[in-house]
T-cell receptor, first 116, second 116 residues
Framework: DGGITQSPKYLFRKEGQNVTLSCEQN?????MYWYRQDPGQGLRLIYY???????QKGDIAEGYSVSREKKESFPLTVTSAQKNPTAFYLC???????????????FGQGTRLTVV | AQTVTQSQPEMSVQEAETVTLSCTYD???????LFWYKQPPSRQMILVIR??????QNATENRFSVNFQKAAKSFSLKISDSQLGDAAMYFC?????????????FGTGTRLKVLA
């Protein structure tokens, strides 16, 4: 079955530690995204990548880093510089043709990160 | 910059009744896509319905339909014969069709409660 897999579902880390959230897709989608979801604030874009080895900052990139070495994978690192990292993180992907969106964004099941 | 506004943080509907969720957006583009996503308590984002701006006909998917008013930049979701399983957060989303635009923009969401 094609889809997007995020792991782990729950993650606990001590303050000051970096942590990496995994996102893998087998949909052959070009674009991948990371969103942060907090109560009452909807989905806020952290980073996105439209092609391998290229990515762009979203609206709240400070304290986060990403890589896109493979089309299927788009890991997100939450660094110690992120002041309030406890949140629900969603990864998504989408198919683009000729640089235009072809479909909706497909989402993983999310990772709940708690920093203590 | 494009924005998406959902002005109803929370709505309630009686089981088997009809409810309408509001969404307005701001854009200077003429071609774009609009979406409604459902996020149940599992937090998995599920596409409910999709509308292409160039299509005048309102999209429908079983009990879900939209009222797309392009001139008014309004995109409301109507849920008919509401069921307990419809209880969820609902997000309105937008993406431009312009080549090279990769960002989906989400509203802050409306929490729908279904009363038995």
């Amino acid at each position: 079955d094609g889809g997007i897999t995020q792991s782990p579902k729950y993650l606990f880390r001590k303050e000051g530690q970096n942590v990496t959230l995994s996102c893998e897709q087998n949909l052959n989608h070009d674009a991948m995204y990371w969103y942060r979801q907090d109560p009452g604030q909807g989905l806020r874009l952290i980073y996105y990548s439209q092609i391998v080895n290229d990515f762009q900052k979203g609206d709240i990139a400070e304290g986060y880093s990403v890589s896109r070495e493979k089309k299927e994978s788009f890991p997100l690192t939450v660094t110690s510089a992120q002041k309030n990292p406890t949140a629900f993180y969603l990864c998504a992907s989408s198919l683009f043709e000729g640089g235009q969106p072809n479909t909706e964004a497909f989402f993983g099941q999310g990772t709940r990160l708690t920093v203590v | 910059a494009q924005t998406v506004t959902q002005s109803q943080p929370e709505m309630s509907v009686q089981e088997a009744e009809t409810v309408t969720l509001s969404c307005t957006y701001d854009t200077s583009e003429s071609d774009y896509y609009l979406f409604w996503y459902k996020q149940p308590p599992s937090r998995q984002m599920i596409l409910v319905i999709r509308q292409e701006a160039y299509k005048q006909q309102n999209a429908t998917e079983n009990r879900f339909s939209v009222n797309f008013q392009k001139a008014a930049k309004s995109f409301s979701l109507k849920i008919s014969d509401s069921q307990l399983g419809d209880a969820a957060m609902y997000f309105c989303a937008y993406i431009s069709s312009r080549t090279g635009t990769y960002k989906y923009i989400f509203g802050t969401g409306t929490r729908l409660k279904v009363l038995a």
